[in-house]
């Protein structure tokens, strides 16, 4: 299915309703509902193990859930996956670029399958802005952690999406590169596109993000807007402390 990116007029662009997803006997998600509007900056916090990643793999189309429905774009994920991942970015919680690939032949892969033009100068402006010019020719599999983040990053933004959801993208990378970075996504949203970001950082949420939930044993304990005011830390602390003794 296309998309013109020009006529998406959408106020609300991700939707989840009554989602739940299960591997076995462990409810991964349990019954979850977000709302993300056009322009914000979502972040989905929680401890590790607490369903961010699962979710951003239900948005995206890479897992289906057991119940509920998922739009994105208007689009249902559940109908039309494929659809729905050429049109966003994705950076992933592990850095998964193929091992036998060099990182410019990677980027140069993902151009092509996106039917983008001027590849050579997109590639070039991506490994310029993240300083990585000098692993062009390196091998995937031989790439620092840091590097391959860099790269994930390149390949999730290089045909200008409106909407990336991005998992802990900041981890691997120097003060230098994630300093580029934040500002590169928040100029990005400011443009009217949407980010979707999964962390357990609670300071990087608070600096970046516009509006959070917070996810724990798989159910959203709180959503909200950031206020500078406001300390997200002590929300989290709160609301998770609560969650524990119900």
């Known amino acids: 299915m296309e998309f013109n990116k020009g006529d998406i007029i959408l106020s609300e662009v991700i939707e989840l309703k009554g989602v739940t997803k299960k591997f076995g006997k462990l409810v991964a998600v349990n019954n979850v509902s977000l709302s993300i509007r056009k322009g914000e900056f979502f972040g989905l916090l929680g401890p590790n193990g607490s369903g961010k990643t699962t979710t951003i793999k239900i948005l995206t189309g890479q897992i289906k859930p057991n119940s509920g429905h998922v739009k994105v774009l208007g689009v249902d994920v559940l109908r039309n996956p494929v659809g729905v991942r050429e049109v966003v970015g994705i950076i992933p919680e592990q850095e998964t670029p ?8 990677y980027l140069h892969l993902v151009c092509k399958i996106r039917v983008l ?27 620092s952690r840091g590097t391959r983040q860099k790269l994930m990053f390149a390949q999730a933004f290089i045909h200008s999406p409106n909407i990336a959801f991005i998992d802990e993208p900041l981890i691997n990378l120097d003060p230098v590169i994630q300093k580029k970075v934040k500002d590169y996504l928040l100029d990005y949203v400011k443009k009217g ?9 609670l300071e990087v949420a608070q600096e970046l993000c516009t509006k959070v939930g917070i996810i724990h044993n798989g159910r959203i304990i709180y959503e909200g807007p950031v206020k500078k005011n406001v300390s997200l830390e002590k929300i989290f602390l709160e609301k998770v402390g609560k969650d524990n003794h119900v």
């Open 98 to 105: 193929p091992s036998f690939l060099t990182a410019e032949e």
């Open 117 to 143: 033009k001027d590849i050579g100068e997109k590639c070039d402006y991506w490994f310029k802005f993240l300083e990585f010019e000098d692993s062009r020719n390196v091998l995937c599999k031989d790439l």
């Open 193 to 201: 596109n949407t980010i979707f970001f999964s962390t357990h950082i």
